[in-house]
Every structure is written in structure tokens, then in C-alpha cells.
């Protein structure tokens, strides 16, 4: 059953807020042009950890760059291995890379920190960089490497729904990088990858 929420007279209404699934907390495949764009401008070497990988929409794309790619989720979602909690987890892992759940973005921060050994890649709202609580507890004390922003907007479908209409929130990748000292870095994606990487 689709969450009626959703439609607006009869539309699809794009997720300017996401709300939870009815499979599970905020189950929103990421569009394989999105992750490209994290791709072709950031090279990621050792393994790579897609650590709430859905249905593998973003780990897809990763396996295509990198040779070791390792993807769990805390449900069931069709790939990769269930039931592990990234929050509860101890391991690390060279690379982190995910679009994490909308509710725990600030405790998969902190957590990616400390389990990705080079870099940590984050999809998020833009407006994740603002807040006065954020600003204390990330910002200043851990700012990401690079900030790369979104020249088009992404729409996010819950699994299997008809894609039509365009997203009314600006996205952002936040770039945790080991190698980089140099403060935070503002960048803005090409425009093009939408159609590029349909
Ligand atoms: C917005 S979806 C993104 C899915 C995938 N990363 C992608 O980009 O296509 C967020 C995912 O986080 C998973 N999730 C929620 N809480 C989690 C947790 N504590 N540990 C691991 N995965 C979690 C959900 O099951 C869901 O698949």
C-alpha cells in the first residue's frame, strides 16, 4: 500500500520532507546519477562500506569503481547482509560511503568518523550545514574535507514507486577525507549528471 501522503491530486508528491516506509525507517534509494557525481570527482582506494544500502541502488554504482565493496542495512532490503545496526558497529573499513537515514544523519557523522580510516562520504540535505546544535557538536570540532553541491535537484522515490515530477530540496555530498588538512572545501557539481547516468 503506498503511503498516501505521497499523492498530491493525483500527482506523485516529490519528498521535500522524507517520511518513514511502511517496510522500516526512511527507505530511499538513492538515483544512480547521484552517486556518479560522487565518483567521478572523488577517487576512494582500499574498501568501500555502504553501510545502510537499501536495495543496493548506491552500492551498484560503487562496485563499478571499486573492487571491494561491502554493503549491509539494518532491515531486509534485497542486498547485501541484514541486520547489522552501522550505529552498534565496531568495524572499520577504509571508506564509508552512504545516503544515511534522514532521523540518525548526526549519529551516522559522528559514527562514520570513527570507523572510516580515509575517507567518510555522506549524501544530505544542504541545509545540513546549518543549526546552531550541528555547528557544536560537527562543524567546529570535525568540518568535512569538501562539500560538493548539487547543480540539479534529486528526487527520491520510495522503492518501486512511478518516477515522474522533480525534488524541492538541494542535496549535498559531505566529504570526511584523512588525506586532506586544508579546512573545508565548497565545490559544485557539473550539471549533467542526470542525463549522463539516466
Ligand atoms: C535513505 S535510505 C538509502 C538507501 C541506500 N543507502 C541508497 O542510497 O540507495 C536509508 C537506509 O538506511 C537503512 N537504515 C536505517 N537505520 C539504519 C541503521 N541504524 N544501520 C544501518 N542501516 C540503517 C534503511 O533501512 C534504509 O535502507
Redesign the pocket.
Given at each position: 500500500m503506498a503511503d498516501p501522503t505521497y499523492n498530491l491530486n493525483g500527482g506523485f508528491k516529490p519528498t521535500a520532507k522524507?517520511f518513514a516506509d511502511l517496510e522500516?525507517?526512511?527507505?530511499?534509494?538513492?538515483p544512480a546519477w547521484a552517486?556518479y557525481a560522487l565518483t567521478d570527482n572523488e577517487e576512494f582506494s582500499g574498501d568501500v562500506w555502504?553501510?545502510?544500502?537499501?536495495?543496493?541502488?548506491?552500492?551498484k554504482v560503487l562496485e563499478k569503481t571499486s573492487k571491494s565493496v561491502i554493503s549491509?542495512?539494518?532491515?531486509h532490503?534485497g542486498y547485501g547482509q541484514s541486520g547489522?545496526?552501522?550505529?552498534?558497529?565496531e568495524k572499520k573499513f577504509d571508506n564509508i560511503v552512504?545516503?544515511?537515514?534522514?532521523n540518525?544523519a548526526e549519529a551516522?557523522v559522528k559514527k562514520g568518523l570513527i570507523l572510516s580510516q580515509k575517507k567518510f562520504a555522506l549524501?544530505l540535505r544542504l541545509a545540513f550545514l546549518e543549526g546552531a546544535n550541528r555547528a557544536n557538536t560537527i562543524f567546529h570540532k570535525t568540518p568535512p574535507s569538501r562539500v560538493w553541491v548539487f547543480s540539479e535537484r534529486i528526487t527520491?522515490y520510495p522503492a518501486g514507486a512511478v518516477q515522474k515530477g522533480s525534488g524541492t530540496t538541494a542535496y549535498a555530498w559531505f566529504v570526511w577525507d584523512r588525506d586532506s588538512s586544508r579546512g573545508t572545501e565548497l565545490k559544485w557539481l557539473r550539471p549533467g549528471y542526470k542525463a549522463q547516468y539516466r
Open positions: 522524507r522500516g525507517p526512511d527507505f530511499f534509494p538513492t552517486t555502504e553501510c545502510a544500502c537499501g536495495n543496493g541502488a548506491m552500492s549491509s542495512d539494518l532491515y532490503r547489522i545496526d552501522f550505529l552498534k558497529s552512504t545516503n544515511p537515514p534522514y540518525s551516522f549524501l527520491f
